[in-house]
């Protein structure tokens, strides 16, 4: 075993790449369920995005304008989650999971015509100087747009729940929906915001595979990334830096396996892969043990204003 | 705007009313998806609804198929349906289902090629057990830490999906494979093939259990105190308390019926129409039973119709791939769509809609 | 029930019923991946096509894509030959039992498996020997690389793909004794997100030579976006690609065979066979060996084909050891079918193990 071959910075740069578009839907899966809503959907959120955004970018040769689509369109389809949950007062574990369906049927009857197709990828932006860096240069400064966006976006969330009032009000409706309805709060409203911003950014995830990860079209590519997501969240107790730093983690399993498999080791490929699941698992038990601290205590509660 | 006023019952007609008026839904607009995609929308109806039950050609085979797809989907239906009314939401059957079936194959591989009676009925006990012992981590922690059995369950899927895989190309692996990641055919090994009970029906052991499982629960939800036990905690959690119904064992009971009952289902499947342990073993049973169990309104024999009917758009949608070319994927949408519909008419159940007044 | 059928029957015939009865022969395929993947299922799919220009109104095709290895594969066939198919190609290694399985069931439908090895009276196989065409691409890829590391992407440890690793790592060693090869198992066909990821994994770990036994061009575009790296058209030409970073491929061509298969249903004379073919029949091309490539290298690995072609020249002639050091074949031995077809050890040179 030869693990010289592996160029610790080439590999921290790839492990960014891959993990971006779980970056992404978890970010926006952890404004929704501070909000006090588990939406099961963001596989399905995530892979309409990935075919809108690569069909977009094709068409107009415009990547770029891929991804903005991919964010309106995933946003729009979140919506039938939010009025069936909100307004219809459905089951959320049952509508997320036909939301996943939906959403994997309809991007693969969209995306017939694009298989095996190429698309216009992102470029690199080599940010002058920083990217001259020897090492960090290659691994933190020659990525393209959207990675820089991923954090960018992490940072407005921090932000946003911690300093402004409508993140106070989105934490409070999470927390207690009957108290911060009594306050005046407009529960179904804010729900309904955080659900769309949770589908856009799961449709920039989803776009992200299909334009710069990957880069193509494929029925059913996302593969299972949107749960990942969804544990990420758990994982990161809904703490934004702490969703940066799990996807970090875990969204670069399959790349890290990848890379120690090409370097000649043989690591049980199945180990590493569940890891993930089975340490979100721990950390869910540690928060409930410490009396469900951090989770938002209306999670998945329906709400249905009695006054 | 329109108002909801909850309704202080559900309401009996609409239980009944709404999943059928959600299937006709459906099919509008399925109709209209398959005219988008330039079909013949009736044409392509009539293919997935009618054709596996009347087609000349077809029927003879597609019907006992039916049975074959319905078995595992009522099968683990009715066990969600249990935690389900008692506010348990396991969603992790597809990884109960997979454990059920490595343990149940398991147990054949170990004594292959040895042929004996006793062999099968090994299988199902230990098809049940992989499938109840894994039911029963989301359980003990939901009753011990109150840890949230929806994600804890959702997570062992995955967590499943992996020893899958690694039993498939390891532990389980046919050594006479050609390196080819997959077990020994348990179709070809008598003692432990699920076979037909009766020659080309589609009735194997498995749908035989999940008919007998239909009857066994409408008898416990009916008549039996821990149906009852059930209802209350669902509908009334504090009043179940004082009615001295004990939650850990509530959770643990519907928890570990719906483990077992997947895990048989899993059993059942590698032993009959799958045969082997292969990577891609599971095909999502496991959450389209959640589909059944809700379009089946929780009730067993609603269940038990809800399963064929999903198991027809299965044969059905198959049919319309090889007849029509229609992409596979349609099928997934419609059955999505069929869930959306009918938990947006399921409102009509819960609350009275008015419309106009805004007081 | 009677009123039914006719009800039913009468309704069918509006449909697409009415086309089925004017064709003589009606040809079913199952497809493993999309038949846009433009790799393995689209040449089998552009075989399919070319049946029907072959025979016109006489032969009408069906086909059913993504279809799973498995039970649900069984039940395509089965309704394939309900419909009235008389011979059914099944594409894929994985369908081999269900495919045996299901010929059973009908003993007058004929069975056509690519790349297995179970037969019956009513079940033929087929396959191509891609190695020849791997020994060229071993050759160009010896030729080629400046790091000495050449990447293989893997999808089975099954004998073809091995048999494909050690071909191409003979021809590589031969003109470059440098050379190593770094593997990467997948486990899959098809899945460009996964290939994608193990060309940028051995890109990054300094391969600037990618051979895949996949099936998507995903590790073509991960090698385009590295820039210096090479790559090889799997299994169709995957010539969007071109030049760089595709140099050459391996191109199925299943046309005259299932052009051939077909006429001898038409005809009454379909008998199960065992059909293992490649460059010299045509059943395995060469596709463009482009600019990027030195004209001698060219010349060479072309002189090598025609060698190939005309069976003066075995990809797996001796001296060559196993692994572990043992003979293998002596000097001037050529390999046996049977031993290839069973192919379950590395030559010597290969580092790490064949998962078992």
Request: contains cysteine; glycine residues 10%.
């Amino acid at each position: 075993m030869d693990f010289s071959s592996i160029n610790p910075a080439l590999l921290i740069a790839s492990l960014m790449v891959s993990a971006t578009p779980i970056l992404l839907a978890a970010i926006g899966e952890a404004v929704v369920e501070k909000s006090g809503v588990l939406n099961l959907g963001v596989e399905g959120m995530m892979i309409v995005g990935a075919v809108v955004g690569f069909i977009v970018a094709v068409n107009t040769d415009t990547p770029l304008l891929g991804f903005v689509c991919a964010a309106i369109i995933s946003g729009i389809f979140s919506i039938i989650f939010g009025m069936l949950t909100q307004y219809l007062k459905s089951n959320q574990v049952a509508t997320g999971l036909g939301l996943t369906l939906v959403g994997l049927g309809l991007s693969a009857l969209l995306g017939r015509p694009y298989e095996g197709m190429k698309s216009p990828t992102l470029k690199a932006l080599e940010i002058p100087f920083f990217s001259d860096i020897p090492v960090l240069g290659k691994m933190l400064f020659s990525h393209d747009l959207m990675i820089y966006f991923s954090i960018f976006l992490v940072t407005s969330v921090w932000w946003f729940l911690k300093y402004t009032h409508a993140g106070m009000v989105l934490r409070a409706v999470g927390e207690n929906h009957d108290a911060a309805h009594a306050l005046g709060y407009k529960v179904v409203r804010v729900r309904m915001l955080a659900i769309m911003f949770g589908g856009a950014t799961s449709g920039l995830g989803g776009a992200y595979i299909s334009l710069a990860r990957v880069p193509q079209w494929t029925e059913g590519m996302t593969a299972g990334a949107g749960w990942i997501a969804l544990a990420i969240v758990v994982f990161a107790s809904w703490r934004p830096w702490r969703v940066l730093f799990g996807a970090y983690i875990f969204g670069g399993v399959t790349v890290l396996q990848l890379n120690l498999q090409a370097a000649g080791a043989s690591i049980p490929v199945e180990y590493l892969s569940m890891s993930p699941y089975l340490i979100t698992i721990v950390v869910l038990v540690i928060i409930s043990s410490r009396g469900n601290q951090g989770a938002p205590a209306s999670l998945g509660r329906p709400f249905h204003a009695s006054s | 705007m329109f108002k909801l006023e909850k309704r202080p019952q559900q309401s009996q007609k609409w239980i009944y009313l709404s999943p059928f008026l959600a299937v006709l839904i459906t099919m509008i607009s399925g109709g209209i998806l398959f005219a988008a995609l330039g079909e013949n929308p009736f044409e392509a109806i009539r293919i997935i609804f009618w054709d596996p039950l009347f087609d000349p050609n077809f029927a003879s085979y597609s019907r006992p198929q039916l049975l074959v797809k319905a078995g595992p989907l009522i099968l683990i239906a009715i066990g969600l349906s249990f935690g389900f009314k008692a506010g348990v939401w396991n969603i992790g059957a597809e990884g109960q289902y997979i454990l059920g079936a490595i343990f149940g194959a398991s147990v054949a591989l170990a004594f292959y090629p040895m042929e004996s009676k006793f062999i099968f009925p090994l299988m199902i006990i230990a098809g049940a057990l992989g499938g109840f012992l894994w039911g029963l981590i989301p359980a003990l922690l939901k009753a011990k830490l109150n840890t949230n059995e929806i994600l804890v369950s959702l997570m062992l899927v995955y967590v499943a999906e992996s020893i899958l895989a690694s039993v498939s190309q390891g532990l389980l692996k046919n050594p006479d494979g050609y390196g080819f990641p997959g077990s020994r055919n348990l179709q070809n090994y008598e003692s432990a093939a699920n076979v037909e009970i009766i020659a080309n029906s589609g009735m194997h052991w498995g749908v035989l259990f999940a008919f007998i499982t239909v009857i066994v629960s409408y008898i416990i939800l009916t008549k039996h105190i821990q149906g009852f036990n059930i209802q209350l905690t669902g509908q009334a959690p504090r009043a179940s308390k004082f009615a001295g119904v004990n939650p850990t064992a509530n959770i643990v009971f519907c928890l570990g019926i719906s483990g077992a009952l997947a895990g048989l289902a899993g059993m059942f499947e590698v032993s009959g129409p799958s045969g082997q342990i292969t990577i891609e073993f599971n095909s999502g049973y496991g959450f389209t039973a959640i589909i059944v169990a809700f379009l089946g309104r929780l009730h067993p024999i609603g269940i038990f119709l809800s399963g064929l009917l999903i198991a027809l758009t299965y044969i059905g949608g198959e049919l319309a791939q090889l007849m029509l070319g229609l992409p596979g994927a349609s099928i997934q949408l419609f059955q999505g769509m069929l869930l959306f519909f009918l938990l947006a008419t399921d409102l009509f159940a819960n609350y009275k809609v008015k419309i106009g007044a805004d007081n | 029930m009677y009123i039914k059928s006719v009800i039913a029957g009468a309704i069918a015939s509006l449909g697409v019923a009415a086309a089925a009865l004017a064709a003589d022969v009606k040809v079913g395929f199952v497809y493993v991946g999309p038949v846009g993947d433009y790799g393995w299922t689209y040449e089998h799919d552009q075989g399919r096509l070319a049946v029907e220009e072959h025979f016109g109104d006489r032969v009408e095709t069906v086909y059913q894509e993504l279809v799973p290895e498995g039970a649900d594969s069984e039940r395509v066939m089965t309704q394939m030959a309900l419909q009235g198919a008389d011979l059914i190609f099944t594409t894929s290694f994985g369908y081999m039992e269900p495919t045996i399985n299901v010929a059973k069931k009908f003993p007058d439908v004929k069975f056509e498996h690519a790349t297995g090895y179970m037969r019956a009276d009513n079940v033929s196989t087929y396959s191509a020997r891609f190695y020849e065409g791997r020994a060229i691409q071993g050759h160009i890829a010896g030729k080629m690389t400046k790091t000495n590391k050449v990447g293989y992407i893997g999808s089975f440890p099954i004998p073809e793909v091995v048999r494909g690793i050690n071909s191409a790592f003979i021809h590589a060693r031969k003109v470059n004794p440098d050379v190593e090869f770094n593997i990467v198992w997948i486990y899959t066909w098809f899945d460009p997100a996964k290939e994608a990821d193990a060309a940028t994994a051995l890109i990054e770990q300094g391969c600037d030579v990618v051979l895949q036994h996949t099936d998507s061009t995903a590790p073509q575009a991960a090698a385009e976006k590295a820039g210096g790296v090479i790559t090889f058209g799997q299994a169709s030409d995957m010539a969007m690609f071109k030049p760089m970073p595709r140099v050459s491929s391996i191109i199925d061509d299943w046309a005259p065979y299932y052009i051939a298969r077909t006429q001898a249903v038409l005809d009454g004379t379909w008998t199960s066979t065992d059909t293992w073919d490649g460059i010299g029949p045509g059943m395995v091309g060469i596709g463009e060996i482009t600019s990027a490539v030195p004209a001698d290298v060219k010349a060479e690995a072309l002189a090598m084909k025609d060698a190939i072609a005309s069976g003066d020249y075995h990809p797996f002639t001796g001296p060559i050891n196993k692994q572990d050091g043992s003979v293998w074949l002596a000097a001037g031995e050529t390999a046996d079918d049977g031993t290839l077809l069973g192919m379950n050890f590395y030559v010597e040179g290969i580092k790490g193990d064949v998962p078992q």
